[in-house]
């Protein structure tokens, strides 16, 4: 096994535990950098700290999957196209403005790529080069994890395919995220997350009851794929702890999707019939269990059982309603849906959302205002939780950024670097990880193969 960089060539078996020889590039010991964390090295604040991602991802899927890495403390090498990078940084607007002096002009950086690329490093590398290849060769010779969402097939054209990957770094974690996976009619067509939330059944159940299907507001097939595949990393680390080798994972939209339609799957998988289609804010199964108006907006109730449901009788002084025949269990209230709906917005109605949140505090009944997403990151439970955290980015200034969400009682994820500038740590990422010297990182961008 060896591996070629502007002429040079490395033999796995000679290389040392030398993190750099004489001409200073990097080389491939069997314990290398991010094979092996020592307990020493490693207090268990970053779980991940030591293991190196190469992320040659876009959009939100994939990015979104490298964050939480990221957050949990692996390093990510973000491999961007060196003159118009990850699609989303043109997703605008809003975009946050350089800060004068800054150096950069522009309209500024895309919320939309703010969001999902923090805790990585930006590398901005042309593939249509010969020694850009070989760079990202090298890069996944020297990485624990690799994450790409380019259509089956595209890589191997670059050698950038498992198979010939996994010849090079046996023990390297490559995750593969498609529209429609590496198998199947469809695993050739092009699929961003709208087209597999209508493929696959979401579109079809949200929605208002006699309204359109809808998409959900946010990509939501996007993020739980990030999710799935993230989390399918961490057992593939865990079993290469295990038997020393890697594998490929091979994670669809469609098949995340599928499986996210959880119990709505099961019940038309068990009864044979067609699902029941939108429910708006309301559930097939469970009365009360919606929006109901109020003098000025909405306020949701969750009677999930019999005991919630006399609570809310209560809070809404109405203690008949719990012994009403019609009513009385969860049973004959969804037989009974429609009067009993307009019952409790009758009621509903004649008070502000305000007033209902303070009659409901502290009843044990489920129920929340609807808020709109600034309302949301000013809720004094989400600031109390931490979950907004104010940055200083180098060429931005001041910005605020959602943070990681899971606590932990001895971990710490965290955002330690706000969302990289493109090709931002280019020449870090050639000179501390590759070895290169400021010649030969000056010739790669006089070729066009990095900036």
Known sequence: MSVSLRG?????????????????????????????????????????????????????AGPYCTQILGDLGAEVIKVEH?????????WGPPYA???????????????????????????????QHKSGVEILHKLAAESDILVENYLPG??????????????????LIYASITGYGQTGPYSNRAGYDVMVEAEMGLMHITGSRDGPPVKVGVAVTDLTTGLY?????????????????????????????????????????????????????????????????????????????????QLMCDRLNRPEWKTDPRFVINKQRVAHRLVLDNLIEAITITKTTQEWLEIFEGSG??????????????HKHVLARGMVKDMDHPYLGPIKMVNTPVKYSESKPSIRSVPPVLGQHTDEVLREVLGLDETEIQKLKDDGAVQ
């Open 8 to 60: 040079r060539v490395l033999s796995a078996a000679s290389c040392t535990t030398a993190r750099r020889n004489s001409m200073r590039v990097a080389c491939y010991a069997k314990n290398r950098r991010g094979f092996a964390v020592p307990a020493a090295s490693n207090d268990g604040t970053l779980p991940l700290k030591g293991l190196k991602v190469l992320d040659m991802t876009r959009v939100l």
């Open 82 to 90: 060196p003159t118009r990078g990850d699609d989303t940084r043109h």
């Open 97 to 127: 403005p350089y800060k004068e002096g800054s150096g950069r002009t522009g309209v500024g950086e895309s919320a939309y790529f703010l969001s999902v690329n923090r805790n990585k490093k930006s590398l901005g590398l042309s593939f």
């Open 154 to 171: 595209t890589l191997m054209k670059y050698g950038m395919d498992y198979p010939t990957l996994q010849k090079l770094n046996p023990k």
């Open 229 to 309: 595949t993230s989390n399918s990393i961490m057992a593939a680390l865990i079993s290469r702890g295990t038997t020393g080798r890697g594998q490929h994972i091979d994670v669809a939209l469609s098949d995340c999707q599928v499986a996210t339609l959880s119990n709505l799957a099961s019940s038309c998988l068990i009864s044979g019939d067609k699902d029941e289609g939108r429910w708006g804010t309301a559930h097939p199964s469970i009365v009360p269990y919606r929006a109901y108006k109020t003098k000025d907006g909405d306020i949701l109730f969750g009677g999930g059982n019999d005991r919630l449901y």
């Open 365 to 378: 009944m489920p129920y929340s205002a609807i808020n709109d997403i600034q309302g949301t990151l000013n």
